[in-house]
T-cell receptor, first 109, second 114 residues
């Protein structure tokens, strides 16, 4: 699976949108971009995934660039409960997941 | 629909003992994967089961084993515990559809080896 690069940390004001970038320049055509988050010592929570098109669900939006080399996860109205480590993952046909260091997002009141 | 459940949530053992962790997948999910998460190594894949068969295995010693039952529930066992086995053990289940096959995680079992 392709490697991803994320910023180590970022802050966000409560109520504002949080934009989390992810670079995956070596992604191949059949690999998906997945986002999970993990609140301290809890199990990772699935957020969203996409292949080529932008995706939106009740939690977030995923914007994938046309060349698919990078993507942005958008939390539209961040709350204190969104404070977590966010992992961007590129997955192919294999089931096992591998998380990098992720981005530690701190939402401040 | 209920999520993935794992029992027990917390466990304290001493070196040399063995431990069994349990995972109940989301109803209808047939694939169960196990992961070990530590601050130093991050998330590491242990093994994956589908229809009671181990389909994939990570790079862990034979002290780590697992099984899956006909109702898709799964257990993992660690024998002869070592201090380095202290970790958060996570179970994830999926439908086993064509890719992408989204995995949903349970809350984890925090194992401490003294």
């Amino acid at each position: 699976d392709a490697k991803t690069t994320q910023p180590t940390s970022m802050d966000c004001a409560e109520g504002r949108a949080a934009n989390l970038p992810c670079n995956h320049s070596t992604i191949s055509g059949n690999e998906y971009v997945y986002w999970y988050r993990q609140i301290h010592s809890q199990g990772p929570q699935y957020i969203i995934h996409g292949l080529k098109n932008n995706e939106t669900n009740e939690m977030a939006s995923l914007i994938i660039t046309e060349d698919r080399k990078s993507s942005t996860l958008i939390l539209p109205h961040a709350t204190l409960r969104d404070t977590a480590v966010y992992y961007c993952i590129v997955r192919g046909l294999y089931y096992k997941l591998s998380f990098g260091a992720g981005t530690t997002v701190t939402v401040r009141a | 629909k209920a999520g993935v459940t794992q029992t027990p949530r917390y466990l304290i053992k001493t070196r040399g003992q063995q431990v069994t962790l349990s995972c109940s997948p989301i109803s209808g999910h047939r694939s169960v994967s196990w992961y070990q998460q530590t601050p130093g190594q991050g998330l590491q894949f242990l093994f994956e089961y589908f229809s009671e068969t181990q389909r994939n295995k990570g790079n862990f010693p034979g002290r780590f084993s697992g099984r899956q039952f006909s109702n898709s529930r799964s257990e993992m066992n660690v024998s002869t515990l070592e201090l380095g086995d202290s970790a958060l053990y996570l179970c994830a289940s999926s439908l086993n559809q064509d890719p992408p096959d989204t995995q949903y995680f349970g809350p984890g079992t925090r194992l401490t080896v003294l």
